[in-house]
């Protein structure tokens, strides 16, 4: 997953860096630098827009999580300004040529014949680049599409040179190089600008941009007309994490919690009980986390418990008891009301999410000693333990005395050179294996049930469909990517997350496409799918709504984005 860089820095080094020195150099020494100076007169007017609209362009990027869903935080926005900016510079241009030509001055601006040649050079890697953006899919998307401007300059550039040259136009024309250097900029904005318009087919009601940096890792949590969503956040040298409550209607933030920049990142999904939210902190490297408890209507922190490790796990609520994993650890099992130490199941390392059915909860342990168990919920104490060769990283999913784990080795998106995975039915009384399902790479997330069938998705890009009684494969589904989140099933349909950028709805029964959702294709940026969607319906009854945590890579920038999509279940392959 490629990461973000610092491009759109790089582009203002012209101005900020070089243009400067180069002045003052060519002022003090100017028989060493007056050929600074001479370059500078020739080329400052493209150099200034490029410098600012590199600006403009990077300030966008920072701060475009503010605009809180208004038309000046889209990517269409910042390409109408920049074209504005180029069409400003080539105007002026024009101008201050005209103006100097009718001097003695106007020989300055006349490009040398080395010009021609590096732009056609440019050109063509530039060309280059664009197809092999073409041909991989991703032309659309950072970084390929913020350089289509500088390519329709260069190419814009080649052109007119290439026609002064055939056509044998007077010297004085090539002056004007400059200008067709903008202009083409201008018409390289306006065609960024356009290809960056969603697709119009999208049944996007909303979506919530998080004002910093981030990715979501969680399941929202929609709960009557609000939605509540927890991000890992990056700001700079700083890390920190945050829980959002929205507006279900519109997707406008009504509170945010994160304990004054305090709170650790998250990766816990928020649980909700009697109107208060509960939510953990903290990513795999972190230690000194905390549960917390929030109050639903407004995000003051009622309680917030303790723990030596990271709370990776989303909390599971019942009979008055907050239970939940917290690496290192263990397993804790805390007051709902008041936040206080019921027991704890220590030795072991949790980071998934526990299963209740009853009074035993089902938990995994991921590193150290590899292994699943059930815990009596009132005291704590083992009722079996059943040891596992690789890590038990997927939350357990439990229903008519079968308990499933998914196991596995690896990261969540890396695998090792020697994968291994599976899908595991255990007795949920005695802690027998009934059967198990081996798969190429890591099983990472809670499968989920439908009548006979199971469902759970793999690193290796397959989504797979078994019987509950004897593990038979129905069928498989391969994505082409990772499918580290949990699917969800609803009507006979299942909805799929790909690490990759989609969002597939298959036929549960069958396994047949129906339809998807490219994130990617929408947002015109490097998606990267880790968290579970939520599904509700709508108070209109106008069908189910889906709503899909996200983390989009584009320029300098990762934006925490929350989608909320009107599901065409409807519609056929």
Known sequence: MPEPSLTSLLAVIPTLVLAGPAMILAALCPVVFAGLALWWRRWGVFLGVVSVNSSLYLAHAWFRGNADGAWWGTVQAIYVLLAFVSCIGAIVCFWRVRRMLRSD?????????????VLATAS????????????????????????????????????????????????????RTEVALLVALALGCVLSGVISIPPADVQIVWTFEAPDRGLIYSTPRVDGDQIFVSVAHTAGLKQFGAVYCLDRNTGKRIWTFNRAGKMKQILSSPALDSGRLYV???????????????????????????????????????????FFGAGDDGVYCVDAATGSLRWNFPGLHVDATPALAGNRLYAGSAYGKPEMLCLDTATGRPLWRTPSDV???????????????????????????????????????????????????????????????????SRDGYCYCLTRRDGREQWKKDFGSPVVAAPLISDNHLFAVVFGGTLHCLDARSGAALWHFDVGKHSRTTPQLVSSPALAHSADDTGPQLYLGTGLYYSINIAAVVYRLKAPVSRGP
């Open 105 to 117: 001055s106007g020989a300055a601006l006349t490009p040398g014949r080395v010009l021609l040649p």
């Open 124 to 175: 063509m890697i530039g060309l280059s680049a664009a197809l092999y953006g073409l041909i991989e899919g991703a032309i659309l998307r950072w970084p390929w599409r913020e350089g289509l401007p500088l390519l329709a300059a260069a190419l814009g550039g080649t052109f007119y040179l290439l026609c002064v040259g055939f056509f044998r136009r007077a010297p004085e024309v090539r002056a």
């Open 280 to 322: 953990g902190e903290g990513l795999h490297e972190d230690t000194d986390c905390g549960m917390y408890c929030l109050d639903a209507s407004t995000g003051q922190e009622i309680w917030r418990f303790a723990t030596k490790s990271h709370v990776e796990s989303s909390p599971r609520v019942a009979d008055g008891c907050v």
């Open 391 to 457: 890590s038990v990283f997927g939350s357990p999913t439990v229903a008519d005395n079968q308990v499933f784990f998914g196991v596995g080795n690896g990261k969540l998106t890396r695998s090792v050179p020697n994968p291994a995975g599976r899908l595991a039915c255990l007795d949920a009384t005695t802690g027998a294996e009934l059967w198990r399902f081996e798969v190429p790479d890591a099983v990472l997330a809670a499968p989920a049930l439908a009548g006979d069938l199971v469902y759970f998705g």
